[in-house]
């Protein structure tokens, strides 16, 4: 190695030894004719000194070298001058004096600090990323995925799972998003579909015998992004055969409970066990599928203290099914927050937002305080709970419509409240999800999950009659505000899977041609089995506390889906696409500002 230690290693208990040290000049500083220059790595950052009288070349060269140069320096380890030790620093009590410098590598300007922690425009971090890499978030963030993923393997391998790769390049695996297709120039006109999640396949290894299976498994659906969304993602993806939902659900409980606590001991679990709730206890509760439990602000329901009401929009909305509810905080909001919080409602589709502040006597304040009557707010204070000073905001509409609405509302008050315990995580199970939506456009049945989850047995018999109330034997795996990841017990039989695919409208021919490889196998004695996949960056994000997954992936995607590092997706020559049979319907050359410019072009 070119290099006795790493810069992270150095303690007092080295002194008087000599060493020889490798690294990138993170700082250089002079002082009282010394010059100091902070040599760092991975590992962490020593103080190296060079003396003009000590080490005249090594001094004169030091001078030369810039932030970044990666440099060699052999030296003797010794203590800093009293008062100079740096205890924030783990080798912060010790120095080395170098007797010589070496230059392995010059260094350009960086386009920004590595040293600091300061804000960098997101571009820039992604266009220079092995740059940003060197510092010291991102490095965390790396070495904490890597230890997330080490954890898992072994945890799971302990549990008897066998880890199996499964093929990039397959059939398309419906899980509700875009395939990325891949052209085939063997068979020019056919595409491979890069896998939305290896779903049938673990289905087809258990058919396989193979019992327990995971995979640290990337997926690739064409989506738009969003900060919680790359192209391509990662999962921890298992399968188990003879296994009901508890089992799963209560094995991967184990498992987060214990990754937390060895990667991330300074974050608190909530509940445990895990609370579970059901979907409809989230949306009736919450108002969304994934709610953020470390706070209450809970929906509630108005129609009891609205049932007379001579209030036109409350009363037209209950007679036509729809619902009326509100959420109630603990004090008064000034005008401007208030048409803040209806900006936002508007935005997403409500008519407006109501809303009352209860006074200790006398009239209550509020847009609805006139249209509702004394009776009628005296009800909805006590449905709420709401005290005096205290505001209930109330959303009209189809129930759907009140669960986004008022869903969205309460976290934006509960980020306003500042209510919202850090260090702190809420998982929960939510069960029993309908099996299918109604697609009105396509007037047919979709899978909430995907295609392959089983019917609640107890719900069996509806298939036939009354699909939209069919619940799902599946699971999602929640985490303060996010879905980590979901998964069910799955259709081992064939005639069950049949009925399944007839009602999200696919034909007898469409089923063989899409699904026939699984159907074929669930012939041949396939064992009741289920599984689980949850999002390894989301994971990894809240673990290290950030809220984009880019902080965590090593090489991600902008938000506009470009790789602005290398400079993907990137226009190809028109023979490449002949010898694939394939030509752009688009007369003209791709739009060269809609592609990527690698960075090379821009420095
Ligand atoms: N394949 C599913 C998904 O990607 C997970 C599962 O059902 O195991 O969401």
Redesign the pocket.
Known sequence: MLRSHTCGQLRATHIGQDVHLSGWVNRLRNHGGLAFIDLRDRYGLTQVVLDPEAAPEAFALGATVGAEWVIAIRGTVRSRPQGQENADMPTGTIEVAANSLEVLNASKVPPFEIAREINVDDSQRLRFRYLDLRRARMRQNLLLRHEVTSFVRSYLNAEDFVEVETPILMRA?P?GARDFLVPSRVHPGSFYALP????QL?QLLMVGGLDRYYQIAR?FRDEDLRADRELEFT?V???LSFAEASDIMSLNERLFIALVGAVAPRLKIRQIPFPHITYGDAMERYGSDKPDMRFGLELVDLAPALANTEFRVFAGTLASGGRVKAVAAPQGFTRREVDEFTALMRELGAEGLAWLTFAEEGEHRGSVARALSAEEQGAIRSLTGAEAGHTVFIVAGSADLVAKCLGRLRQELARRLDIIPADELFFAWLVEPPLFEWNSGEARWDSV??P??APDPRDEGKLAGDPGNVRAL?YDIICNGYEL????I?IHRTAIQEQVFSLLGLSEAQTQAQFGHLLRAFEFGAPPH????WGLDRTVAILAGESNIREVIAFPKSLSAVDLLTGAPSPVPQEDLDVLGLRLAASDPPDAASVAEPHLATT
């Open positions: 695996t899980e939305q999640s290896p779903q673990k997926c999962q993806d298992m399968e999950h995907h392959f989850t599946a990841g979901g998964g069910s799955r289920g599984g689980i996949a």
